[in-house]
């Protein structure tokens, strides 16, 4: 028996759902990742640039390059400088020392990209030269004052070629002492580059070690020890002299020199009149000749009023010795002789002949009778 084939229609392919655009989505949601990933970049690029500017201007503070902080600020202008020791050629060692040791790190930016300005602060550690302008200052006063007596005539050239070697001396043999401050830059962006807007105070005494003139310093001290000297010689306030009593003893030391009461003597001077001479052994403490007339300023008080100075009725080779110079690491005698009123206690006050010991002084009462 035959099988009957039955005819059955043909499979036909199930046809496939066409993807209705989905490649095309993936395509634009990336090229908008893109976009923003762009623009997001770009915004932090352009908040990067000011710090990185301020960066590279504080590099050229570091090393003293006029030129590129000069081109670096919106204005241009370094007449902040004018008044300040940096530029000058003289002292040019001696900042480019200090400068070097400085150190810095952007903390913070503030940063407004539609105005096109930021503020940008930088934490700066910097050499304090405080304590290397006092101990200089001190030290070429005592030179100068030594090289007037011994006849010496220096033009300012030599002044101050005699002023920067000292410094140097002392940048080199002293401790830095570093100080930190935080600053403020205001920055704006000027046909395309970020500037800092202006040099400001603070960044000037950083970059002079926070100081600006050392001839100015020197005038400050002198008119100090004018003001002093007159103050010697005038009526003194009993209540402002140190505490004295016969128990004391003259004994100062400082780095410069020392000073060690011996003796006195009443005698009279060339008029005929009493006079006081106080002998004591003074030591030089310091690296350069000097003498107790240069270091020391010995007063004496009687009745609450300063004696004026004597010039004894006979000679004295301590006396001669007071203004002779002595070597480093020496120790001489010398003399110094005070009109007297009475024969009342007499109070000795000794200090630094330059006040700048920061005000140590030593007192002692001698009872003449």
């Not at 005539?153 to 401790?175: C, F, G, R, V, W």
Request: hydrophobic share 40%; with cysteine.
């Amino acid at each position: 028996m035959e099988k009957k084939q039955l005819n059955t229609p043909e499979e036909q392919p199930v046809p496939k759902k066409k993807k209705k655009g989905k490649a095309g989505r993936i395509l634009l949601l990336l090229v908008l990742l893109l976009a923003i990933a762009a623009g997001a970049g770009y915004y932090f690029y352009e908040r990067s640039q000011p710090a990185r500017e301020l960066d590279s201007y504080l590099a050229a503070i570091q090393n003293l390059d006029f030129t590129s902080m000069e081109s670096m600020l919106q204005s241009g202008d370094l007449s902040a400088l004018d008044n300040a020791d940096v530029r000058n050629a003289t002292y040019e060692s001696f900042f480019k020392s200090i400068n070097a040791k400085m150190t810095w790190k952007i903390t913070k930016t503030s940063f407004n990209f539609q105005a096109g300005t930021a503020e940008v602060t930088a934490r700066i550690r910097y050499v304090d030269g405080s304590d290397i302008y006092r101990e200089t200052v001190t030290e070429f006063l005592r030179q100068i004052v030594s090289s007037a007596f011994s006849g010496e005539s220096l033009t300012e050239q030599e002044t101050q070629d005699k002023l920067a070697s000292i410094l140097n001396e002392k940048a080199a043999s002293m401790e830095d002492k570093f100080s930190e401050t935080d600053i403020i830059y205001p920055m704006i962006k000027v046909n395309g580059q970020w500037k800092i807007t202006a040099l400001d105070a603070e960044t000037v005494k950083i970059m002079s070690a926070n100081f600006k003139s050392v001839e100015e310093e020197i005038s400050q001290t002198l008119a100090a020890s004018d003001s002093s000297a007159d103050n010697a010689t005038g009526t003194a306030d009993p209540s402002a002299q140190a505490p004295a009593s016969s128990d004391d003893t003259i004994d100062l030391t400082n780095e410069r020199f020392s000073i060690h009461y011996t003796r006195n003597v009443v005698s009279t001077d060339f008029g005929g009149e009493p006079c006081l001479l106080v002998y004591y052994d003074y030591t030089n403490n310091g690296e350069n000749a000097s003498s107790a007339m240069v270091d020391v300023n010995l007063t004496a008080y009687q009745n609450g009023a300063s004696l004026e100075a004597a010039i004894p009725a006979s000679s004295d080779d301590a006396i001669d010795t007071f203004m002779k110079e002595i070597q480093p690491g020496e120790t001489v005698n010398v003399c110094q002789a005070f009109s007297l009123k009475d024969m009342s206690p007499v109070t000795l006050q000794a200090a630094d002949a330059f006040g700048l010991d920061t005000g140590i002084t030593a007192s002692q009462t001698l009872n003449l009778q």
